[in-house]
């Protein structure tokens, strides 16, 4: 499985953001795609999450302002992002957790200025 994840950039506090996450390879294969982010000297989080059958979860940093969706038809994963705040700054990726284990997409900045 392979994951181009793209949309990230600069944004006001209060503004909104979508990434996308494209995949390729063994789609079938994807049990979840997940999102994550990772901010200078801290840990990789998972910040959002959507299952083969379309079950979502979130941290509760980002619940009620993230929203992870997907195009099937497109093969394709989106999370957007909206009243986003300095602390929300970060790299986000795409992951794919599949049998083999997880394949993970490029990160992408996301800078929330205050």
């Known amino acids: 499985v392979q994951l181009q994840a793209s949309g990230g950039g600069l944004v006001q506090g209060g503004g909104s953001l979508s990434l996308s996450c494209v995949a390729s390879?063994?789609?079938?294969?994807?049990?979840?795609i997940e999102w994550y982010r990772q901010s200078p000297g801290k840990e990789r989080d998972l910040v959002a999450k959507?299952?083969?059958?379309?079950?979502?979860d979130y941290s509760d940093s980002v619940k009620g302002r993230f929203t992870i969706s997907r195009d099937s038809a497109k093969n394709t994963f989106y999370l957007q992002m909206n009243s986003l705040k300095p602390e929300d700054t970060a790299v986000y990726y795409c992951?794919?957790?599949?049998?083999?284990?997880?394949?993970w997409g490029q990160g992408t900045q996301v800078t929330v200025s205050s």
């Open positions: 992951a794919a957790a599949w049998v083999a284990g997880r394949s």
């Open positions: 390879g063994n789609i079938d294969s994807i049990n979840a």
């Open positions: 959507i299952t083969r059958v379309g079950v979502v």
